[in-house]
């Protein structure tokens, strides 16, 4: 079993929390640059494969430019997040709009940027259109499910007939149909399967469902598709025992597929994408927190300063985070502890049981692999507050690139002409 190491020690963890008090994110823009040339590395064969970071992920415009500076670009699925991109110089087709119950106004947004806009319904034909006064863009992405059961080699990964997002087969093929009635000429394919995935043959196994259905659209309509998006869900190691995904077995994988399938039809000039948020982000960033209490009742409780509005998983999807008691990395884990925060949630545990060597109050806690769904799903129940996120630069600096809340933010939207509570945003007037 695999120790898992933070990517940064104690002392570097001080000093920056001597500027920036904890609790805080954290993230390395080695490890980020990293994994978008494994990624890159693993597609190179096909040369238009671009990975278009799924913002939710992690929506800081810092890392979202370093990203765009190793060739990424967004995937986004809200005009906000598209604001984002594009104040992080992405742009044209560099952008995609990967959304669900979209408000008409997101499809004008994306237009106007130049987006490739991915269609998760039928009726979106006729909203897009609405929406864009007939003049659609000549390329259009439709969302797939497939329905029923997706397996992998270690059995079913995922269950698309009972998730909301994409259409049916015949939905697909009607709406390329009307599409192209309409005017548009090239069509990329999308879907979403499974999530968080371990296994080296998700993508493969997703991408010959992609390439076959691409086929038959070419074949049956004679259109064009140029784009197949294999969107995210490649997992991470979040356990010491969990073996992490091998990008460039995944990518090889792939590209068996596709010179089984799209190359024999004629269709070796289509190009890939990937919206990978997790994979890219998860691991390169973790939270940073101090033990401010320790109880002992029927549990030994350690009391930390963040809470599970920095870091919701364990909470709400009883997620595992590794942890490390900074100072003590490779230390036997002798007691036996739950890590909690301050909401009034009993969910609000971030480990219960969890074998740790001994903690004492004031030791940093760093809990790995929050760099992706972390910050970003973060919440202000209780009244807390948002934290800092940080960047530990390549060359040993840290860069602040959020700064923490403050009770002015949260008091923030009750601040507006007629409201009685304005001054509550302003604490110093
Ligand atoms: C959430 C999401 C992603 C990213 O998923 P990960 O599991 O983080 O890789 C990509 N595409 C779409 C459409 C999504 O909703």
């Given at each position: 079993?695999?120790?898992?190491?933070?990517?940064?020690?104690?002392?570097?963890?001080?000093?920056?929390?001597?500027?920036?008090?904890?609790?805080?994110?954290?993230?390395?823009?080695?490890?980020?640059?990293?994994?978008?040339?494994?990624?890159?590395?693993?597609?190179?064969?096909?040369?238009?494969?671009?990975?278009?970071?799924?913002?939710?992920?992690?929506?800081?415009?810092?890392?979202?430019?370093?990203?765009?500076?190793?060739?990424?670009?967004?995937?986004?699925?809200?005009?906000?997040?598209?604001?984002?991109?594009?104040?992080?110089?992405?742009?044209?087709?560099?952008?995609?709009?990967?959304?669900?119950?979209?408000?008409?106004?997101?499809?004008?947004?994306?237009?106007?940027?130049?987006?490739?806009?991915?269609?998760?319904?039928?009726?979106?034909?006729?909203?897009?259109?609405?929406?864009?006064?007939?003049?659609?863009?000549?390329?259009?992405?439709l969302r797939f499910n497939?329905?029923?059961?997706?397996?992998?080699?270690?059995?079913?990964?995922?269950?698309?007939?009972?998730?909301?997002?994409?259409?049916?087969?015949?939905?697909?093929?009607?709406?390329?149909?009307?599409?192209?009635?309409?005017?548009?000429?090239?069509?990329?394919?999308?879907?979403?399967?499974?999530?968080?995935?371990?296994?080296?043959?998700?993508?493969?196994?997703?991408?010959?469902?992609?390439?076959?259905?691409?086929?038959?659209?070419?074949?049956?309509?004679?259109?064009?598709?140029?784009?197949?998006?294999?969107?995210?869900?490649?997992?991470?190691?979040?356990?010491?025992?969990?073996?992490?995904?091998?990008?460039?077995?995944?990518?090889?994988?792939?590209?068996?597929?596709?010179?089984?399938?799209?190359?024999?039809?004629?269709?070796?000039?289509?190009?890939?994408?990937?919206?990978?948020?997790?994979?890219?982000?998860?691991?390169?960033?973790?939270?940073?927190?101090?033990?401010?209490?320790?109880?002992?009742?029927?549990?030994?409780?350690?009391?930390?300063?963040?809470?599970?509005?920095?870091?919701?998983?364990?909470?709400?999807?009883?997620?595992?985070?590794?942890?490390?008691?900074?100072?003590?990395?490779?230390?036997?884990?002798?007691?036996?502890?739950?890590?909690?925060?301050?909401?009034?949630?009993?969910?609000?545990?971030?480990?219960?049981?969890?074998?740790?060597?001994?903690?004492?109050?004031?030791?940093?806690?760093?809990?790995?692999?929050?760099?992706a769904h972390g910050y970003?799903?973060?919440?202000?129940?209780?009244?807390?507050?948002?934290?800092?996120?940080?960047?530990?630069?390549?060359?040993?600096?840290?860069?602040?690139?959020?700064?923490?809340?403050?009770?002015?933010?949260?008091?923030?939207?009750?601040?507006?002409?007629?409201?009685?509570?304005?001054?509550?945003?302003?604490?110093?007037?």
């Amino acid at each position: 079993m695999g120790e898992k190491l933070p990517f940064v020690t104690r002392d570097q963890l001080e000093r920056a929390a001597a500027q920036w008090p904890t609790p805080f994110h954290v993230y390395s823009e080695k490890l980020i640059r990293e994994r978008a040339r494994a990624l890159k590395a693993a597609f190179s064969w096909n040369p238009g494969f671009t990975e278009y970071f799924a913002v939710k992920a992690t929506p800081n415009p810092t890392i979202v430019s370093i990203l765009a500076e190793e060739g990424c670009g967004c995937d986004c699925a809200t005009a906000t997040e598209l604001t984002l991109a594009n104040a992080c110089g992405v742009r044209g087709e560099r952008i995609m709009l990967s959304s669900n119950d979209t408000p008409d106004e997101d499809y004008r947004r994306a237009r106007d940027l130049g987006a490739i806009i991915n269609l998760d319904s039928l009726d979106m034909v006729d909203c897009l259109s609405r929406a864009l006064d007939g003049r659609l863009p000549t390329m259009v992405c439709l969302r797939f499910n497939p329905g029923g059961n997706f397996t992998a080699s270690n059995g079913i990964i995922g269950e698309p007939e009972d998730s909301k997002f994409g259409m049916t087969v015949e939905q697909v093929m009607e709406a390329a149909r009307r599409l192209s009635a309409m005017g548009v000429t090239e069509f990329g394919l999308h879907a979403f399967l499974a999530s968080n995935t371990q296994v080296e043959d998700y993508y493969p196994r997703l991408a010959r469902v992609l390439f076959e259905l691409a086929v038959r659209l070419s074949r049956d309509l004679g259109v064009h598709v140029r784009l197949v998006d294999l969107s995210g869900g490649i997992g991470i190691d979040y356990r010491p025992e969990d073996v992490p995904v091998g990008i460039a077995a995944v990518g090889e994988g792939v590209r068996r597929v596709y010179e089984e399938v799209l190359v024999p039809a004629g269709m070796g000039d289509v190009a890939l994408a990937a919206e990978l948020g997790r994979w890219m982000l998860a691991p390169a960033g973790g939270l940073v927190t101090r033990v401010i209490h320790e109880k002992v009742t029927y549990h030994d409780y350690l009391g930390v300063d963040a809470c599970a509005s920095n870091l919701m998983r364990p909470a709400v999807y009883g997620a595992y985070h590794h942890i490390t008691v900074m100072g003590h990395e490779g230390e036997p884990a002798t007691k036996r502890y739950n890590v909690v925060g301050r909401l009034c949630e009993n969910s609000d545990q971030f480990a219960r049981d969890r074998m740790l060597p001994e903690v004492h109050i004031g030791d940093l806690l760093f809990i790995h692999d929050a760099g992706a769904h972390g910050y970003s799903m973060g919440y202000n129940y209780n009244g807390t507050l948002r934290s800092a996120e940080l960047l530990l630069r390549e060359d040993g600096s840290f860069e602040l690139i959020r700064r923490a809340e403050t009770p002015a933010d949260y008091f923030a939207t009750l601040d507006f002409p007629g409201s009685r509570f304005s001054a509550l945003a302003h604490p110093e007037g």
